[in-house]
């Protein structure tokens, strides 16, 4: 079933100049980019986003990271968005990203892993609305 889902290309990814080639794989992986904008969120704006993580140790230090340079996101659709998505991104922790993934290739740490993508159905259309109000 042709589902939507949240990726974000992170500023880890942005600074080193792999905007390209992150979305050449998406393209490649069937995926049609719905909307995508270059975006420099605010402390306040990447807390806000990752709210479901507020009692976490690394949320400063994530939101921080997340808040240091820009980003881009996008609102990706695609038959089994959600898991496809996830699934080309890789693990959280690159070092246990599969290789041929994208935190495998592009990712430096648990922190600064070059991707986002929704885990769930509910948390993809939280998140789709919160860049992209329609
Ligand atoms: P994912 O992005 O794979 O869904 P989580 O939702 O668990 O992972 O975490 C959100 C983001 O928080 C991760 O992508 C990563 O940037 C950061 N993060 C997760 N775990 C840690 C950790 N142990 N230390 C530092 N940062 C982390
Ligand atoms: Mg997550």
Redesign the pocket.
């Known amino acids: 079933m042709t589902e939507r889902t949240l990726a974000i290309i992170?500023p880890d990814a942005v600074k080193k100049n792999v905007i390209g080639r992150i979305v050449q794989r998406i393209e490649e992986e069937g995926f049609r980019i719905v909307e995508m904008r270059l975006v420099h969120l605010s402390k306040d704006d990447a807390k806000g986003f990752?709210i479901?993580?507020k009692d976490?140790?690394?949320y400063d230090?994530?939101t921080d990271?997340?808040s240091s340079g820009d980003a881009v996101v996008m609102l990706l659709e695609r038959e089994d968005a959600i898991a496809t998505w996830?699934k080309v991104?890789g693990?959280?922790?690159p070092a246990k990203a599969a290789p041929g993934t994208l935190r495998h290739a592009y990712g430096f740490?648990?922190?600064?892993?070059a991707?986002?993508?929704s885990?769930a159905r509910e948390t993809a259309a939280w998140e789709i609305n919160h860049f992209f109000k329609s």
């Not at 740490?109 to 892993?113: G, H, L, V, Y």
């Open positions: 992170k990752y479901v993580h976490r140790p690394f230090s994530l990271f997340m996830r991104m693990a959280t922790d740490s648990i922190e600064r892993n991707v986002h993508g885990d």
